[in-house]
T-cell receptor, first 113, second 112 residues
Framework: NAGVTQTPKFRILKIGQSMTLQCTQD?????MYWYRQDPGMGLKLIYY???????DKGEVPNGYNVSRSTTEDFPLRLELAAPSQTSVYFC????????????FGPGTRLTVT | GDSVTQMEGPVTLSEEACLTI???????????LFWYVQYPGEGLQLLLK?????DKGSNKGFEATYRKETTSFHLEKGSVQVSDSAVYFC???????????FGTGTSLTVIP
């Protein structure tokens, strides 16, 4: 059981570069989420999706884009990376919101210098 | 708006001490409540949950009771171990929404 997988585990970007963080789940979950976790802080929701073809903004969407072409994949795109985007990024999935738990990936640690 | 307020840390305890981490919530509907744990270098994983008032969630010696009258979901453990050292997050979700709301996390360190 792979669950939620994320790649890469670590990445260093220069200011202004772009990259895509990959997230894949094999549990056939409809709901998927992207969070960022800054040092010593809680999770902030960037984007979420309730199914293939449907995405919506969370609390901190600026500087990011997402797409959801399949149930399994939910990539997060960073355009024009900035130092403020240095963070750990977590992808999560859930069969539904409400009382279902979220399953988290191991995270991607991104540094922008 | 909907939110979770969690006791600030960090918390340092000796092994076998009692633990309480406070969590209160604000919600417009009837939320489900969760505690997640994050071990160093890992993602979050569900520790326990409760889906309605007066429910008690329990796992690995941890317990939390959904108290609607005090809008609280405090995490408790009677005797902590070194292996319990982690960051603990309280969270809620609503049947009327698509999002989870997480607290800011409480770091626990247990020393031998």
């Amino acid at each position: 059981n792979a669950g939620v997988t994320q790649t890469p585990k670590f990445r260093i970007l220069k200011i202004g570069q772009s990259m895509t963080l990959q997230c894949t789940q094999d549990m056939n979950h409809n709901y998927m989420y992207w969070y960022r976790q800054d040092p010593g802080m809680g999770l902030k929701l960037i984007y979420y999706s309730v199914g293939a073809g449907i995405t919506d903004k969370g609390e901190v969407p600026n500087g990011y884009n997402v797409s959801r072409s399949t149930t399994e994949d939910f990539p997060l795109r960073l355009e024009l990376a900035a130092p403020s985007q240095t963070s750990v990024y977590f992808c999560a999935s859930s069969p539904k919101a409400d009382y279902y738990e979220q399953y988290f990936g191991p995270g991607t640690r991104l540094t922008v210098t | 708006g909907d939110s979770v307020t969690q006791m600030e840390g960090p918390v340092t305890l000796s092994e076998e001490a009692c633990l309480t981490i406070n969590c209160t919530y604000t919600a417009t509907g009837y939320p489900s409540l969760f505690w997640y744990v994050q071990y160093p270098g890992e993602g979050l994983q569900l520790l326990l949950k409760a889906t309605k008032a007066d429910d008690k969630g329990s796992n690995k010696g941890f317990e939390a009771t959904y108290r609607k009258e005090t809008t609280s979901f405090h995490l408790e453990k009677g005797s902590v171990q070194v292996s319990d050292s982690a960051v603990y997050f309280c969270a809620l979700s609503l049947s009327t929404g698509n999002q989870f709301y997480f607290g800011t996390g409480t770091s626990l360190t247990v020393i031998p």
